[in-house]
């Protein structure tokens, strides 16, 4: 079915005929699926602002809900959005031309959020967390402008496990960013479908593709950040351990309050011994 032109959606035009890239595109297709499901992503008459980079995941996550909605698989309306944050050297016209040229509707929003940035943030600190939250503020607005319920974004399988060793060495908590989210005012969804994707999942399929990557270094290197010396860690163990970070992954899932230490998720000052002489029924 999927080897069909017929069936074939203008961003999948082109698509390698081999048996390891069908295999990518269906695995990649089945785990995003998985994840729009487990974490009940649909809701009636759906609008989603679809976040576009340029970057390798979010033209996987792009194409993959393209594929589904082409297969009446995904009942919602899409609508692609790039925001261009002013940053030298971003390549203004490569996905105007790129969404034009692949039939997806989409609104390109320019708000130079890259000049507040580097005015607010003093030289050597990392000003990735403003520009996050400026680039977020944004995308709220526009998905309202656009009517949208929810905006989606292209963080996959790693950064959520990446995000999740940052939080624990440097935070102090046990926390991640989760599929869906509320945003504080309580009117819109955030969606990370691509929640079990693997990042060299992205890099294939964007490479086999041959999408226009946008390069995500247009701020400059940062030496030192947090985020590369998580992922620095993980591909030890990876190396060490193939699968390990599957497992880690599987472990966000299978969380257990009660062998935790935090009392708001467990009631500890509720346990109690059963009476004497009670029956006691044991484990199998």
Same mark, same amino acid.
């Given at each position: 079915? /999927?080897?069909?032109? =017929?069936?074939?959606?203008?961003?999948?035009?082109?698509?390698?005929?081999?048996?390891?890239?069908?295999?990518?595109?269906?695995?990649?297709?089945?785990?995003?699926?998985?994840?729009?499901?487990?974490?009940?992503?649909?809701?009636?008459?759906?609008?989603?602002? %679809?976040?576009?980079?340029?970057?390798?995941?979010?033209?996987?996550?792009? *194409? %993959?809900?393209?594929?589904?909605?082409?297969?009446? /698989?995904?009942?919602?309306?899409?609508?692609?959005?790039?925001?261009?944050?002013?940053?030298?050297?971003?390549?203004? =016209? %490569?996905?105007?031309?790129?969404?034009?040229?692949?039939?997806?509707?989409?609104?390109?929003?320019?708000?130079?959020?890259?000049?507040?940035?580097?005015?607010?943030?003093?030289?050597?600190?990392?000003? @990735?967390?403003?520009?996050? +939250?400026?680039?977020?503020? &944004?995308?709220?607005?526009?998905?309202?402008?656009?009517?949208?319920?929810?905006?989606?974004?292209?963080?996959?399988?790693?950064?959520?496990?990446?995000?999740?060793?940052?939080?624990?060495?440097?935070?102090? +908590?046990?926390?991640?960013?989760?599929?869906?989210?509320?945003?504080?005012?309580?009117?819109?969804?955030?969606?990370?479908?691509? !929640?079990?994707? =693997?990042?060299?999942?992205?890099?294939?399929? *964007?490479?086999?593709? &041959?999408?226009?990557?946008?390069?995500?270094?247009? @701020?400059?290197?940062?030496?030192?950040?947090?985020?590369?010396?998580?992922?620095?860690?993980?591909?030890?163990?990876?190396?060490?351990?193939?699968?390990?970070?599957?497992?880690?992954? +599987?472990?966000?899932?299978?969380?257990?309050?009660?062998?935790? /230490?935090?009392?708001?998720?467990?009631?500890?000052?509720?346990?109690?011994?059963?009476? *004497?002489? !009670?029956?006691?029924?044991?484990?199998?």
């Amino acid at each position: 079915m /999927l080897d069909d032109k =017929t069936e074939i959606h203008p961003l999948f035009e082109g698509a390698p005929k081999t048996t390891e890239f069908k295999k990518l595109r269906k695995r990649i297709l089945r785990q995003t699926r998985e994840a729009i499901e487990q974490y009940g992503m649909i809701e009636p008459d759906a609008r989603w602002l %679809v976040c576009l980079s340029g970057g390798k995941d979010s033209y996987t996550l792009l *194409a %993959v809900l393209h594929e589904l909605k082409w297969r009446g /698989l995904l009942p919602v309306e899409l609508l692609a959005c790039n925001l261009d944050q002013g940053q030298p050297g971003f390549p203004a =016209t %490569v996905l105007p031309e790129f969404l034009e040229r692949m039939q997806v509707p989409h609104r390109i929003e320019y708000k130079d959020t890259y000049s507040i940035v580097m005015d607010k943030i003093p030289a050597g600190r990392t000003f @990735c967390a403003l520009c996050s +939250r400026l680039r977020r503020g &944004n995308l709220y607005r526009i998905a309202r402008e656009e009517g949208c319920s929810a905006v989606v974004l292209g963080h996959h399988r790693d950064d959520i496990l990446e995000t999740f060793f940052m939080n624990l060495f440097h935070g102090g +908590r046990l926390a991640t960013i989760p599929p869906k989210l509320v945003n504080e005012d309580k009117d819109l969804f955030l969606y990370r479908p691509l !929640a079990h994707v =693997t990042e060299q999942d992205c890099d294939n399929f *964007a490479k086999a593709m &041959n999408y226009p990557i946008i390069p995500c270094d247009l @701020c400059g290197s940062q030496d030192g950040l947090q985020r590369q010396q998580v992922k620095v860690i993980l591909d030890g163990w990876e190396a060490s351990h193939p699968g390990r970070r599957q497992i880690l992954f +599987r472990a966000l899932a299978n969380a257990r309050p009660s062998h935790l /230490l935090d009392p708001k998720l467990f009631d500890f000052m509720s346990l109690s011994l059963a009476p *004497a002489g !009670a029956e006691i029924n044991s484990p199998d």
